[in-house]
C-alpha cells in the first residue's frame, strides 16, 4: 500500500471520527432535555448495545482466526437458517 493510500484511509478514519463526534453530540444535547428517568433508561440501552456490539465483534474475530487456521468445517446453509430462526424466535 503506498502512502497516498495509507493517507486516504487515515483521512477517511478522521472524517468519520469527526461525523460521530458530532452525532453524538447532537444525541447528548436532545437527551439533556429528557427527564432523568427517561435519561437513565437511555443510558442503559446504549451501554447494552454497545456491550452487544463487543461480544459480536469478539466473536467474529474468533471465527475469523479460526477460519484463518484451517478449523472451518462443512456448512450446512438450512441448519444455518433454523438455527438462526430459533435464537431470532427466543428473542422476539
Do not use: C, F, P, W
Not at 33 to 39: E, R, V
Amino acid at each position: 500500500m503506498s502512502n497516498t493510500e495509507h493517507g486516504g484511509d487515515k483521512a477517511r478514519s478522521l472524517s468519520y471520527a469527526s461525523t460521530m463526534v458530532k452525532t453524538l453530540e447532537l444525541a447528548l444535547a436532545k437527551a439533556a432535555g429528557l427527564s432523568d428517568a427517561a435519561q437513565e433508561q437511555l443510558r442503559r440501552e446504549i451501554l447494552e448495545r454497545i456491550d452487544a456490539l463487543a461480544e459480536l465483534r469478539a466473536e467474529i474475530e474468533l471465527g475469523v482466526r479460526e477460519l484463518d487456521a484451517g478449523m472451518a468445517g462443512e456448512l450446512d446453509i438450512e441448519d444455518v437458517i433454523r438455527q438462526a430462526r430459533r435464537e431470532h424466535a427466543d428473542k422476539a
